[in-house]
């Protein structure tokens, strides 16, 4: 590098760090005590910070608002002084796509850290079904677990999401269905009813911030869903198991999908770590477990690998004593991928046994797979680039 780019190197360095030195911190996922903490930070009153931040919880939480000036129920004054201060915009729309079945696909970009660089992408899917919807929110950028069978998993981790990012998606999906008390909508007629934490990525390796995220969105003075209606889906991350049940306190699925670990050694590498008993074991502990909180075991059908009548008897005899629902999954292709979907003749043999068996066990009707937004098909364009190479690239353009 020639003393001219070093130098050139150097300014843009200082004029990034200049630039991030003015960057809002976010109000959005912060718990109740980390937003009073917050506030107090910016120089309110002690005896003024719960109520301050009831008023902006309710903003932000109960009305969707994006800009202070909305908040009414604040002075003038000091929305001025929280709009100079702090961050509460959502997160960048990249693309916005709906299925001939209704389900919708946001593509949503993240801040980067970096001036005029973009930041990485996530996916997340809005399922409407009859009497129900459901959003499936993502916990990272990418994923480490690398199941052969998921298009998230062809994807390296770019970074964990922030509690605000995973928040986020949850505001971004109410402005897009107009679920805000100030819309046209009915406020007790929800659309969104049910979240499911089956995005990209694995909730148990970014457990603080999804255990944030649950706890604003389960906050019954904000969105107000219940801890019923949620649901977290592990690969098995097992020394975990138990603190998600104490401390966040959702339900529980487990992307099981295979009975024998020389098959889920393939389909989900990280058995190899924590194999199928030691899984059991803590699914067994799990804090709560009862019938009517039972665990939903997820059964994604691959032809000829876990399909047969003989995994559909193990599968009963491995989950005997746990109360359990067994979500079978119809496998939807990607480009790629090694496997094929199970034929549907077998795919209900399958769920006739188990069903005959005592449990519950319905086939999963694939949703949005003319967007790619089924079940183990979300990836984004983000690929992790050392920063060398990213400079590299902007020098050119410039």
């Known amino acids: 590098m020639t003393a001219l780019d070093m130098s050139h190197e150097k300014r843009k360095s200082a004029a990034e760090a200049a630039a991030l030195a003015h960057v809002k911190p976010g109000l959005i996922g912060l718990t109740r005590p980390q937003l009073m903490e917050a506030l107090k930070k910016a120089g309110l009153p002690d005896k003024q910070l719960r109520m301050r931040a009831g008023q902006i919880w309710n903003g932000l939480y109960k009305s969707g608002f994006t800009d202070f000036s909305a908040m009414t129920t604040l002075s003038k004054e000091l929305r001025e002084q929280l709009g100079a201060t702090f961050d509460i915009s959502r997160l960048e729309v990249v693309t916005e796509q709906k299925s001939v079945d209704g389900t919708r696909k946001w593509l949503l970009r993240l801040p980067s850290g970096v001036p005029g660089v973009p930041g990485p992408e996530i996916e997340t899917v809005y399922i409407p079904e009859e009497g129900r919807g459901t959003l499936c929110v993502s916990s990272q950028v990418g994923c480490t677990l690398t199941c052969t069978f998921c298009h998230t998993g062809t994807q390296k981790l770019v970074r964990n999401l922030t509690a605000g990012e995973i928040v986020g998606q949850v505001l971004i999906a109410r402005d897009a269905l107009g679920e805000w ?205 050392r920063a060398s190479e990213r400079f590299k690239e902007e020098r050119a353009e410039a």
């Open 181 to 385: 008390p100030d819309s046209n909508r009915n406020s007790d007629d929800r659309l969104i009813t049910n979240i499911v934490m089956m995005g990209m990525g694995e909730p148990l390796y970014n457990f603080d911030n999804v255990r944030d995220a649950l706890d604003v969105i389960s906050d019954g003075e904000g969105i107000s869903l219940s801890k019923r209606r949620i649901t977290l889906s592990t690969s098995g991350v097992v020394p975990m198991i138990e603190k998600a049940g104490a401390e966040i306190g959702c339900m529980l699925a487990i992307s099981l999908h295979a009975v024998n670990d020389e098959t889920r050694n393939k389909l989900v590498p990280l058995n190899k770590k924590y194999p199928i008993k030691e899984l059991l074991d803590a699914c067994r502990n799990y804090p709560g477990l009862s019938n009517a909180r039972r665990i939903t075991f997820e059964y994604v059908m691959l032809k000829g690998v876990n399909d047969s009548i003989e995994d559909a008897k193990e599968l009963v005899r491995l989950l005997k004593g746990i109360p359990a629902k067994i979500n079978l999954i119809p496998f939807n292709p990607w480009p790629g991928s090694p496997y094929e979907c199970s034929d549907w003749a077998q795919i209900e043999k399958f769920a006739d046994f188990v069903n005959r068996a005592g449990y519950a066990s319905p086939v999963r009707t694939p949703r949005g797979r003319d967007i790619m937004a089924a079940c183990g098909q979300l990836k984004s364009e983000t690929v992790k680039k």
